[in-house]
């Protein structure tokens, strides 16, 4: 059992959350046909009433469900491949709104302090890779048995053993590597990619799932607090200024490439 130290005192109601918890952490192999449904079912519940939580926030602040399908709107573009939270908190913060006129802008209904936004968004984003881990970690070898889904599980299985292959600190850095991995924006990271590798280098579910929410909640926040500052900086330029700085990184990002390949050229030729 994975949380049988887990300290409880005493009293029978800590007793019985203890009790829940190693109920929940029961192996599929070992468990019965009632395990089974209760865990596969268990993380849409959390999911509906995360939503309905959101909702309710929203309406009592801003008396209106405008706000709510805004942000659900960024959620459900999030939620699906294959943009990823360095685009879709720029998004949401209103970087179409920022730019020279005569550009498709997005309305933000009810708008929020740009530190609320900030948290609004870093938690909603943050909320669904960890009800997203949640459900492969419990489900993952049940999942993998489905067609098409099970196709799409071992694709991105094959692709975390990669990235492990490619980045071993990950692996020699367990539960915090976990973490980084999901943190910063890399390729095949998120709430998948990050529960797949923290099965692979044999973390337990429950720190699975703390790593995506810490690594999530982090990642967002540094994120959504970047654009901030870069939408302070971009809207002291004009049109011109932005399209030589965009060049100007396009040049350095083409010499960086460059520079790379030509030093891999030359240790293979050693």
Known sequence: MYLKDIPTGNTPFMNRIKEFFIYLSKPESNSDWRHVVFKFFLPFVFAAAG???????????????????????????????????????????????????GLPHIINPNPFPEVAEVLLISFSITFIDTIVSLFL???????????GIGHILTTVETKGAKILKDKPWIKRLAFTGDLLFVMFPLQGSGGVGASIIGKAIGLSPYRTVLAVFLGTLIGTLLIGFGTIGALVIVSSFNVIQLILAAIAVCIFITQYILYREYWSEEDVEE
């Open 51 to 101: 939503l309905f939580i959101i909702y309710s926030f929203l309406f009592a602040v801003t008396g209106s469900d405008r706000k709510f399908w805004y942000l659900f709107g960024f959620m459900t573009v999030y939620f699906l491949p294959p943009l990823g939270k360095e685009t879709v908190i720029p998004a949401y913060l209103g970087v179409l709104n920022k730019l020279p006129s």
């Open 137 to 147: 970690v419990w489900n993952f070898d049940i999942l993998k048995k489905i067609p």
